[in-house]
């Protein structure tokens, strides 16, 4: 029987994966290697941030990071807004550069998806200690280029819920008018939000906002491309 004396505070986790079979795998492993012993599974973002929403009550968040309605970090940084636990994140892409992105952007840890099962027990092990776990012969670099990067992502972690969300309408093209009537709220509140999100990104116009939203997607850190999940 494995020792999960360190790891007792974490009873209970969300595996948000698009993946019913990887899901299904992860939860017995994690349960297996750990005191989890009550698992919650979501097929997007949405639904993770609805059951979360909902009052579910939940000790650490498992990411993917190829969800069918996220793009790049923004999972995760909208995912460390409406969570006070550790989310770690799971995914095929294992490279220097996006273990170094999801770190900086607030992930308690990163595991390789086809990592064997002691390195999942170490992973949580670490993380229920509160210590950031980054998988052997991996490790965090810091190039200008992710300088730049990692401080836009610290940015973008100090919006709001509300205020990422109305971000990503903005970059969706949307004007205020009509981000006031998808969420329901008044024209005014839109305009004090967005006001926030450019005070909070430092940039003076919507264009500035929207590029710093754009320029947080993998697809600018995997520059050669890469593998997906």
Do not use: W
């Not at 698009?18 to 639904?47: G, R, Y």
């Not at 950031?132 to 990067?149: K, N, R, V, W």
């Amino acid at each position: 029987m494995p020792d999960h004396s360190s790891d007792t505070l974490l009873q209970s986790a969300l595996i948000i994966d698009d993946h019913p079979l990887f899901c299904d795998a992860l939860s017995m492993t994690l349960q297996a290697v750990s005191s989890i012993n009550t698992m919650h599974t979501a097929s997007c973002l949405l639904e993770g941030l609805d059951l979360l929403a909902g009052g579910a009550d939940i000790d650490l968040v498992v990411l993917d990071l190829n969800l069918p309605d996220v793009n790049g970090l923004d999972g995760l940084l909208r995912l460390r807004n409406a969570v006070s636990c550790p989310v770690v994140v799971v995914s095929s892409m294992a490279d220097n550069r996006v273990i170094s992105s999801v770190i900086h952007a607030g992930a308690a840890g990163f595991i390789p998806k086809h990592s064997q099962r002691d390195v999942f027990q170490q992973a949580i092990h670490t993380i229920a200690k509160g210590q950031m776990f980054i998988p052997a012969g991996y490790m965090l670099i810091e190039t200008q280029h992710q300088s730049d990067g990692d401080d836009a992502l610290h940015r973008l972690a100090s919006l709001t819920a509300q205020q990422a969300r109305i971000l990503e309408l903005i970059c969706e093209g949307k004007l205020n008018k009509q981000i006031a009537f998808d969420l329901g709220i008044a024209e005014t509140t839109v305009k004090a939000h967005v006001t926030a999100i450019m005070r909070k990104l430092g940039v003076q116009s919507r264009t500035q906002a929207v590029l710093i939203a754009k320029n947080s997607s993998f697809a600018n850190i995997l520059q050669d491309g890469g593998p997906t999940g």
